[in-house]
């Protein structure tokens, strides 16, 4: 199929376009300056000169395509509804440039951005009791199914996410919470949105060109229903900075950066499905899934703990031994903002080559633990005393007692601390440097735990 593709170098565009090409799809993308059209060109699209306003460009691109991909949105207006309108104006031509031709339209739309307090499905019709959904536009495209045109549209939810993000909200909201210090919820942050990584949104956009039936809609929904409350504290503990909660009254003043009555979103409840999409298309998305993304993905910066030094304090000139006396270590407490509880490390150590092994003792107090954690060469935890409990990311929380020795296979994300009412004493050991993700949050510290 030729597929004429607006927004094809925007930030789901640039995903699908490769998906269609490798599909055996011929792209041609709507391309406003050179730069766009050096893109295209870059990933085997051929590019068309000109802009959602130019009606002549998009009649000509639609006119000689086998199919159109609409995912083109104006930015900079003011709260979305200029760029609502342009989109208003494009679609009527592409539309009626197919006409009659029994060719595909599909249009991304977005799930909706109302609160209604319930999931929102493919079954929806959309809505239109705000300016600034997608509701009517949706309506009205659908509308051509009657007039000889194969049109489908496919609801994207609020975060779409995945490298190269640079104008969702995502990154808004990361740059919302730097400027403020600390990242925010609202009231509870049981507040629900959903999300979808851009190459599982790029699969199921070529999947409805294909097939879809006139006049249906489809969710590129993966994760329904994110509580605001985890996206905030991904965020907050990536940035390092205290997640906390907001009063609904403060919401516009603190998300003002959103942008109009966007602002207002981060305390809203819009959940939505993807049930039917999967079942029609056999569409599973692959992930990432949202909070891993942001969690250890693109968009915060990771927090990799320094090697140390490597010892060369001096060896004993008889035995040739190094000998470290515990009573003699100056003792550091654990970074603050990751650690939980005041942690502290003493007799930090790195051996030199042949050898590459580091490590040091830690001591938790009761209920203190490290976050979430992972070392690319596994790690090793002697427990020298008291009582513990350590975590993989996905099996069950086990108890640790003095003796046992634990070992982390290289790669699993997991985390180690103390028993609720006991302190635990530990070496850790390992050959390579430890990269640290989010907070061991106290509902995941409190799950049942195994001897
Ligand atoms: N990303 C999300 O989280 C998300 C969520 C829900 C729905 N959606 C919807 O999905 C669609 C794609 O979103 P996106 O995130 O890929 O947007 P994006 O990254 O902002 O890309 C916008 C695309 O539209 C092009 N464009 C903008 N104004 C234009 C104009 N006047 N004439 C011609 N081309 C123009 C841009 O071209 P340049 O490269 O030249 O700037 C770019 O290719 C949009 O309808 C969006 O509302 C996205």
Redesign the pocket.
Known sequence: MRVFV?????????AAVPELLAAGHDVV?????D??AA?LVATGATPLR?????AESLRRGAATADGVL??????GGVDFTD?LE??RR?LAVLGAALEGTGRPLV?????SMIDHGRVITEHDVGDTSSPTS?GRDENAVLAWARRGVRVAVV???????GD???????PMLIEVARTNGFSAFVGDGHNRWPGVH?HD?ARLLRLVLENAPAGSRAHAVADEEVAFRDIARAIGDGLGLPTTSIDAENTAEHFAHLGGSLALLPGADIPASGAATRKHYDWYPTGPDLLTDLRSGPYLPRVTVPEPPVDDRPHDQETGMQVHRSDSEPTTPAPEQTFTGNVTISGYFRRDDPSRLSGARVMFPPAARTPWKVNPAGQTIVVTGGAGRAQGEGEDIIELRAGDLAWFPPGQWHWEGAAPDQEMTCIVLHESTVEFGERVTDEQYRSPCRS
Do not use: E, K, N
């Open positions: 607006t927004g094809a170098t925007g930030f789901v565009g640039s993308g709507l391309a406003r300056s730069a766009a893109a000109g802009t959602l306003d130019d609409h995912l083109a949105i104006a930015r760029a342009t989109d494009a249009f991304a739309s977005a799930t997608r609801r994207l939810p609020t975060l779409v996410h190269g993000d640079r104008h969702g909200f995502l851009r949104v």
